[in-house]
């Protein structure tokens, strides 16, 4: 299946292909570790069908890895270094056979797995290369979505722009496999650092003359903070695509105003069906237009169904979420006005206050508006009047009283929005509301100061 893949990345000769930490490796070069691999792979036993750990960044070794277990027909469960915590969790759910380390060269080590699950053998019968990914487990137990590696990748097979694009997000999720398949079969350049700070990223920026930057919207939000992109050359930067979470119009108004003639385009994707094709209406725009080959898009209820030839086979621990027809209901709540939609929030995240609904995105990006206020997370609390009432979790940048802080979030929001959308507690934060992939956290209680 993938020799279609090796023989287009052959043909890239001397181009560079990776630039890790500051170290640039060919197409040429990245061939050949593959294939070396593909050679130390198969004298250790590694078999058409086995199930494989990826433990790795975006290091040659690693991505050179990924591409040689393909070839080997290998189910592939990449594994990034800093969820070690939850490795051994990930390894039983998938029945992994062998961990493939590569963070410093190459090590592997043979376990004994339990038998197959069933969607595995049926990737096995089929020869098919697989690939495993975990969810975060943020609402409940990390879920491990089987996909065929056949039909994931076909969609690379046409032929896109290539760039220089910067690897934000990881191979551990589907939109960083999205970005290494579509720029290594593209010809670009794949920018990788370990310093995934905005300093971090923008040096990075700089050095490889990065055209392409997907980033989540909590990333961008820090970014306008730290200004850190001041302090670099970022002129070679064409377009900058935001996904992962919903993305505060206030955010997006300033990123339009700090990068002028850069493209914003909102993307999106989920672990069980892919990565869409998406135009957005305008950069600076949240309407978007969502499909592609492969993919059927529909509302019923103000929810976004997805169905998709690239669909994942099912979860290795848990049901499976198509309906019988083949639809995922996605959760996300979106409004439409003709081809373009706009996401409003996870319906597991509205907030239901005397029977009227509040979506935490649109409050936050208000409050986000406010000065002071550098980082906010908007949840529902319950009540045992009105069900639920608006909480407003807020970092700021320098210190002030609750109290102060929700007398002016009151008189600011007094008229722009219905009362009941108003925060009514304000809770200050001490610590940062996102995870290590910039990504934000609602959760139920921090350990904040309250009023």
């Given at each position: 299946m993938?020799k279609?893949l ?6 890239y000769?001397a181009?560079?292909?990776i630039?890790?930490?500051g170290?640039?490796?060919?197409y040429s ?9 593909d050679?130390?792979f198969h004298e250790y036993g590694i078999?058409?069908?086995a ?10 070794e ?8 393909l070839?080997?027909?290998?189910i592939?469960?990449?594994l990034m270094?800093?969820t070690?915590?939850?490795?051994p969790?990930?390894?039983?759910i998938a029945n992994?056979d062998?961990?493939?380390?590569s963070r410093?060269?190459i090590s592997?080590q043979?376990r004994?797995?339990?038998p ?6 049926e990737?096995?019968?089929q ?5 495993i ?14 996909h ?5 990748l ?6 896109r ?13 589907i939109?960083g496999?999205?970005?290494f398949?579509?720029?290594i ?5 794949l920018v990788?650092t370990?310093d ?5 990223v ?18 961008l939000?820090?970014c306008l903070?730290t ?15 935001y996904?992962?979470?919903p993305?505060?119009?206030?955010t997006?108004?300033?990123?339009h ?6 493209t914003?385009?909102?993307t999106?994707g ?7 094709s ?5 950069d600076g725009?949240l309407w ?6 492969g ?10 169904l997805i ?5 994942m ?9 198509f ?14 006005d003709?081809d373009?939609?706009?996401?409003k ?7 239901n206050?005397g ?8 409050v936050e ?8 206020i550098?980082?906010v997370?908007?949840r529902?609390e319950?009540?045992s009047?009105?069900?639920?009432i608006v909480?407003?979790t ?7 009283s ?8 009151r ?6 929005v219905?009362d009941y ?7 200050v ?8 992939r910039?990504k ?6 921090f350990g904040k100061?309250?009023?």
């Amino acid at each position: 299946m993938s020799k279609w893949l090796l023989e287009t990345l052959k043909g890239y000769g001397a181009s560079d292909a990776i630039v890790w930490n500051g170290k640039i490796t060919s197409y040429s070069e990245l061939v050949d570790i593959a294939e070396m691999l593909d050679k130390q792979f198969h004298e250790y036993g590694i078999r058409p069908g086995a199930t494989v750990a990826l433990v790795g960044d975006f290091a040659p070794e690693t991505c050179a890895g990924f591409i040689a277990l393909l070839g080997q027909s290998c189910i592939i469960v990449p594994l990034m270094p800093s969820t070690y915590v939850k490795h051994p969790e990930f390894l039983d759910i998938a029945n992994v056979d062998y961990i493939v380390d590569s963070r410093d060269g190459i090590s592997i080590q043979k376990r004994d797995a339990s038998p197959r699950h069933s969607l595995i053998q049926e990737l096995v019968d089929q020869g098919h290369p697989g690939l495993i990914l975990f969810s975060s487990g943020s609402t409940g137990g990390s879920k491990a979505a089987v996909h065929s590696l056949v039909s994931l990748l076909e969609k690379y097979r046409t032929k896109r722009p290539a760039m220089r694009s910067l690897t934000f997000l990881l191979l551990d999720h589907i939109g960083g496999v999205n970005t290494f398949f579509h720029v290594i079969s593209n010809g670009g350049m794949l920018v990788a650092t370990s310093d995934r700070s905005p300093a971090g990223v923008f040096k990075a920026i700089e050095f490889a003359g990065v055209e392409l930057l997907p980033v989540s919207p909590t990333f961008l939000n820090l970014c306008l903070l730290t200004k850190e992109y001041q302090n670099y050359d970022i002129s070679s930067l064409q377009k900058i695509t935001y996904g992962t979470e919903p993305m505060p119009q206030s955010t997006l108004d300033a990123i339009h105003r700090e990068f002028p003639g850069v493209t914003l385009q909102q993307t999106y994707g989920l672990s069980e069906v892919g990565i869409l094709s998406s135009k957005s209406k305008s950069d600076g725009s949240l309407w978007v237009k969502l499909g592609g080959h492969g993919y059927e898009t529909k509302i019923e209820d103000g929810h976004l169904l997805i169905k998709a030839s690239s669909a994942m086979l099912g979860y290795l621990n848990a049901p499976s979420p198509f309906d019988e027809d083949g639809w995922l209901n996605t959760h996300d709540i979106v409004e439409r006005d003709g081809d373009y939609i706009r996401f409003k929030g996870r319906d597991s995240e509205i907030i239901n206050v005397g029977g009227e609904k509040v979506f935490p995105a649109e409050v936050e990006s208000l409050l986000l508006e406010i000065d002071n206020i550098q980082d906010v997370t908007v949840r529902g609390e319950h009540n045992s009047l009105l069900g639920q009432i608006v909480v407003a979790t807020v970092n700021l940048e320098y210190e002030e009283s609750s109290r102060e802080l929700k007398r002016r979030i009151r008189m600011t929001l007094k008229g722009k929005v219905s009362d009941y959308k108003i925060p009514h507690k304000v809770e200050v934060a001490t610590f940062n509301q996102y995870n290590n992939r910039f990504k934000r956290m609602r959760r139920a209680e921090f350990g904040k100061e309250g009023a």
